[in-house]
């Protein structure tokens, strides 16, 4: 959480309306300047279940979800930024797969939502199965929906990007894992759709993209501008193409 005064009380009540029920729910505040931790806070006294952790310096979303993941006790570990929303059947939906189907990555498909909560009318498909090789090329999980179980990977951790952490803690999972990460097709969380987020400013996305080679995977100069090529294609030609227009009845 930063600054998210705005959101948070919806963003935790996804959490505490899921038909799932055996959860912990760890918040932590990257310092705040708004009344975030106040509301935060309002939830923890009246909720056994979720916890408040506070940064003592800015440090970003790497470190901030890594003390969370840190901090966790359960089997499994999911993410969930502090302006989106998990659908109620969320949690309950992705564990039962994940049990059935002896799965230790899970993600899934969602919907956009604008700032003001109203529907984007864009469906982002989940792919239905995601091997290492093809997520080195995109990042197909969307962080809000994605799910893996640490009881057997162990707990992994975000390297200390600024940008773009989640995706090399996916790709550090599948990895661990072995086999290809599975995706639930029904949409099972919301996105908020920030105005000047990074997804719509393509240089900066490009930037970050680069960093995840070179700095987070640490490959050479032409590996990484090959793998930024194949991002490429994969971004406009494949990746554009999960994402549809929901036509109201």
Known sequence: MYNSEVFISETI????????????????????????????????????NIHLLKNTKNAGAAISRNKGINAANGDYIAFLDADDLW?????????????????????????????????LNKFVKALPTLSYSRL???????????????????????PNLRKR??????????????????GIQESLAYYRVRKNAMSSNKPELLKHNYRVYRKGLKFPVI??????????????????KLITTIHKK
Not at 31 to 44: H, K, L, M, R, W
Not at 87 to 105: A, G, S, W
């Open 165 to 182: 952490q989640d995706w090399l803690l996916w790709l550090k999972a599948v990895e661990v894992s072995g086999k290809p990460a599975q």
């Open 87 to 119: 659908k109620p059947i969320k949690l309950e939906t992705q564990i039962r797969f994940m049990q059935t189907h002896n799965c230790d990555v899970c993600y899934s498909s969602y919907e956009q939502i604008n700032d003001n909560g109203k529907p």
């Open 136 to 158: 080195l090329k995109s990042n197909y999980i969307g962080n809000l929906t994605g799910i893996y179980n640490a009881k057997v990977l162990g707990k992994i951790n975000a």
């Open 13 to 48: 009540n996804s959490v505490l309306n899921q038909s799932y029920n055996n959860w912990e729910l760890i918040l932590i505040d990257d310092c705040s300047t708004d009344n975030t931790i106040a509301v935060a806070s309002t939830f923890q006294l009246k909720n056994k």
């Open 223 to 240: 590996k990484s501008l090959y793998y930024m090529f194949q991002f490429l294609i994969e971004h406009f030609f494949v990746k554009s």
